[in-house]
């Protein structure tokens, strides 16, 4: 197992609860604004998730805001060139790569400036909970950027590309209700405090087997980009190895001799 005490995460406070782990952004003097060494603990972070037992993640941020984007004052002084830049935009990728494809849930919890960069890292997210403060924005055209974290790929598979275009090109804010229906979040909470629901999402989310939870993080992503006969091929794979796991057949006993719990409305969190 990893000790994700031991690793080196100055920008990230870590917790745990059980078996949820809480990483907090702690750059809140810059509304946790991404610059180079940020995404490098994220990198470090994530790819030490899957090894440490942990089995899931609550993703949040101290202050008012859960992340306003790039650094822009770190990226104009730098002054980089295109290959350089380049290079920044791949450590984005392989940081929100590890958060979606690490195969142990995470959830989300918004507030305040989902912007830019912010809201690729939020797209990573496996569950988005906003709160009423949360405003979700791509100001790439504004600023004359291009989105470099993921964004033609997370955050258009989420909005659609025509959305997305539109985001970009007129700075178009989405909040509350409107960004629901959208689809930037699944859950919005009535007052300030997103991650309370976060935390319980994760708790209920922990009782699942860690194989089915690894399955449905990471093989319904990887499926949605095969062609059809390959896609119906590898979910009846995933559905070989992961329906006849000691988990299920104990949880498909207690159904069978009606002593599991039944769905109902009720167990939906509002």
Request: aromatic share 6%; charged share 20%; proline share 3%.
């Given at each position: 197992?990893?000790?994700?005490?031991a690793?080196?995460?100055?920008?990230?406070?870590l917790?745990?609860?059980?078996?949820?782990?809480?990483?907090?952004?702690?750059k809140?003097?810059?509304?946790?604004?991404?610059?180079e060494?940020?995404?490098?603990?994220?990198?470090?972070?994530?790819?030490?998730?899957?090894?440490?037992?942990v089995k899931?993640?609550?993703?949040c941020?101290?202050?008012?805001?859960?992340?306003?984007?790039?650094?822009?004052?770190?990226?104009?002084n730098?002054?980089?060139?295109?290959?350089e830049?380049?290079?920044?935009?791949?450590?984005?990728?392989?940081?929100?790569?590890?958060?979606?494809?690490?195969?142990?849930?995470?959830?989300?919890?918004?507030?305040g400036?989902?912007?830019?960069?912010?809201?690729?890292?939020?797209?990573?997210?496996?569950?988005?909970?906003?709160?009423q403060?949360?405003y979700?924005?791509?100001?790439?055209?504004q600023?004359?950027?291009?989105?470099?974290?993921?964004?033609?790929?997370r955050v258009?598979e989420?909005?659609?590309?025509?959305?997305?275009?539109?985001?970009?090109l007129?700075?178009?804010?989405?909040?509350?209700?409107?960004?629901?229906?959208v689809?930037l979040?699944?859950?919005?909470?009535?007052?300030?405090?997103?991650?309370?629901?976060?935390?319980?999402?994760?708790?209920?989310?922990?009782?699942?087997?860690?194989?089915?939870?690894?399955?449905?993080?990471?093989?319904?992503?990887?499926?949605?980009?095969m062609?059809?006969?390959?896609?119906?091929?590898?979910?009846?794979?995933?559905?070989?190895?992961?329906?006849?796991q000691?988990?299920?057949?104990?949880?498909?006993?207690g159904?069978?001799?009606?002593?599991?719990?039944?769905?109902?409305?009720?167990?939906?969190?509002?």
């Amino acid at each position: 197992m990893t000790d994700l005490n031991a690793l080196d995460l100055p920008n990230i406070a870590l917790s745990t609860q059980g078996d949820v782990l809480t990483a907090r952004l702690m750059k809140s003097e810059k509304r946790n604004a991404l610059d180079e060494e940020m995404i490098r603990q994220l990198i470090d972070l994530f790819a030490a998730v899957p090894k440490s037992g942990v089995k899931a993640v609550v993703l949040c941020a101290d202050g008012p805001h859960f992340c306003a984007g790039l650094d822009l004052k770190e990226h104009y002084n730098k002054d980089r060139s295109a290959a350089e830049f380049m290079q920044v935009c791949r450590g984005w990728h392989q940081a929100f790569n590890n958060i979606q494809h690490g195969g142990v849930p995470v959830v989300a919890a918004l507030k305040g400036a989902v912007v830019g960069g912010g809201l690729e890292l939020a797209s990573a997210a496996h569950i988005r909970v906003a709160d009423q403060t949360t405003y979700f924005a791509l100001p790439e055209g504004q600023r004359g950027i291009f989105t470099g974290g993921g964004a033609t790929v997370r955050v258009a598979e989420l909005v659609g590309k025509h959305r997305m275009i539109d985001m970009m090109l007129t700075g178009r804010i989405y909040m509350k209700q409107e960004a629901m229906d959208v689809g930037l979040c699944q859950y919005l909470v009535a007052g300030e405090d997103s991650e309370t629901l976060a935390q319980e999402l994760a708790a209920k989310i922990v009782q699942n087997p860690s194989l089915s939870n690894m399955a449905i993080t990471s093989a319904i992503d990887h499926i949605s980009h095969m062609s059809g006969h390959d896609a119906y091929f590898a979910e009846a794979f995933i559905a070989g190895v992961v329906n006849t796991q000691e988990a299920s057949r104990d949880r498909l006993k207690g159904f069978v001799e009606k002593t599991a719990p039944k769905t109902k409305p009720s167990q939906t969190p509002s």
